[in-house]
């Protein structure tokens, strides 16, 4: 049986909105830590993982285009291999953040084990745990080692290779001032959607981080 196209919308973005709910449950994920400790109203984009020089090339010109600053979560297998692409994302002044080295289940391995995971990978003090699965005893060594945690509050399913129609109607369902959107670099439609949900973020008076804005963790969470 096919079904209409707008109880498919809604069937994905139920779907999403309940596997996120009860990731924030699971985890106890704080309010600081979904919004990356930002008090700014702007729309965030962030992005996982790891990509091609195509993909990576082709998210940075339109992030350029669109004069949009974004969060990049490395994992540093991937960026030791991969060295002038993390120079280029930095040099166009995007934020970098630790992914882990390996992007292994956090809460699976031994404290000593997550410690390496996160100790060896970007530099701080942004972290976010390989698939948004942590605990206590992660967030505490991640602190520990100067890090805090970069959540997110809308998940695009990107890495599910969920469609372009079904992405941009979860975004735009869930959309908020301030939210903190999750891509992945190898997403198979992320570059597709892009330029169309930027035009409708900005299209509802909504501002994505500008190339000027920075932030910073409180002292007192370091």
């Known amino acids: 049986m096919n079904l209409p196209q707008s109880t498919k919308l ?6 999403s909105v309940v596997l996120h709910r009860y990731a924030d449950w699971r ?50 297998d991937w960026a030791g291999e991969h ?41 701080g003090p942004w972290f976010r745990p390989p698939q948004g699965r942590y605990n206590d005893t ?10 805090v945690i970069c959540y997110w509050t809308i998940d695009s399913r990107d890495w599910a290779g969920t469609s372009v129609t079904e992405m941009r109607h979860t975004i735009l369902t869930e959309l ?4 903190v959107i999750l891509f992945h670099l190898h997403g198979a439609h992320t570059r597709e959607l892009l330029p169309t949900i930027i035009a409708d973020i900005r299209g509802r008076g909504l501002q994505l981080t500008p190339p000027t804005e920075s932030w910073h963790v409180p002292a007192n969470y370091l």
């Open 10 to 15: 809604r069937l994905s973005h139920y779907t």
């Open 138 to 147: 992660i967030r505490t060594i991640a602190h520990g080692l100067g890090y």
């Open 176 to 179: 908020k001032p301030g939210a």
């Open 83 to 123: 060295p002038k692409l993390v120079k280029k994302i930095a040099a166009a002044g995007h934020v970098l953040g630790n992914h882990s080295v390996t992007h292994p289940v956090l809460f699976t391995l031994s404290p000593q084990e997550i410690t390496q995971e996160i100790s060896r990978g970007l530099p």
């Open 27 to 76: 985890i106890g994920a704080t309010a600081l830590e979904k919004h990356c400790y930002r008090t700014s109203d702007s729309i965030l984009l962030t992005f996982d993982d790891y990509g091609t020089k195509t993909e990576v090339h082709e998210i940075l010109a339109i992030l350029s285009e669109y004069r949009v600053k974004a969060m990049f979560f490395l994992q540093a």
